[in-house]
């Protein structure tokens, strides 16, 4: 079974400064996705960004990139020019590359990482 | 555009009650599930369906049903609440194969006293 490890479970970042979210998991499949999520304090969940495994090339959406290590099965999240409203519960999250009846491709979640963003 | 609806979002049952989450998705999305979430924890599966009339279960399935007789809604059964399942629980949807993005719906929060 896959597990998913956020070992921060909070983190700070002044405005307008850089922070990075670690994220590694366990898995012996070769080909996967990875997600992150962010939850603010209205608990919806709202995608961050996704990252396939067989792709080379880190995601990036906007101030938000990943640095995906697929030997070193670690995947953190880089929020740029951080703003009040970055402020939430981010889960790391895996899913599997296999489809059906008996899988369904589940997500995985890490336990989460608490970001406080201070003015 | 509706996406994933949950209700109800907020509930108090009493130990030994029995009642049901309803979950509805507009985008025909074969993919369902229920998970969740306790604090200081992230989401758990419950259970799960790949289309109408294919459920299973995901990794703590115990205390709950579901069934999925249309491809629209996915409801959770709770048989027999207790304390242990007070928790907020999310459900979410995507078209098949897994490279899809999972929506979620905005959680309902259930306290069993």
């Known amino acids: 079974a896959q597990t998913v490890t956020q070992s921060q479970p909070e983190m700070s970042v002044q405005e307008a400064e850089t922070v990075t979210l670690s994220c590694t998991y366990d898995?012996?499949?070769?080909?996967?996705?990875l997600f992150w999520y962010k939850q603010p304090p209205s608990r919806q969940m709202i995608l961050v960004i996704r990252q396939e495994a067989y792709k080379q090339q880190n995601a990036t959406e906007n101030r938000f990139s990943v640095n995906f290590q697929k030997a070193a099965k670690s995947f953190s999240l880089k929020i740029s020019d951080s703003q009040l409203g970055d402020a939430a519960m981010y889960f790391c999250a895996y899913r599997s590359p296999t489809w059906g009846e008996t899988s369904g491709s589940r997500l995985t979640f890490g336990e989460g990482t608490q970001l406080t963003v201070n003015p | 555009n509706a996406g994933v609806t949950q209700t109800p979002k907020f509930q108090v049952l009493k130990t030994g009650q029995s009642m049901t989450l309803q979950c509805a998705q507009d985008?025909?999305?074969?993919?369902m599930s229920w998970y969740r979430q306790d604090p200081g924890m992230g989401l758990r599966l419950i259970h799960y369906s790949v289309g109408a009339g294919i459920t299973d279960q995901g990794e703590v399935p115990n205390g709950y049903n579901v069934s999925r007789s249309t491809t629209e809604d996915f409801p959770l059964r709770l048989l027999s609440a207790a304390p242990s399942q007070t928790s907020v629980y999310f459900c979410?949807?995507?078209?098949?194969?897994?490279?899809?993005?999972?929506?979620f719906g905005e959680g309902s929060w259930l306290t069993v006293v």
């Open positions: 979410a949807s995507s078209f098949g194969g897994t490279g899809n993005t999972i929506y």
């Open positions: 985008m025909n999305h074969e993919y």
């Open positions: 898995t012996s499949e070769s080909d996967y996705y």
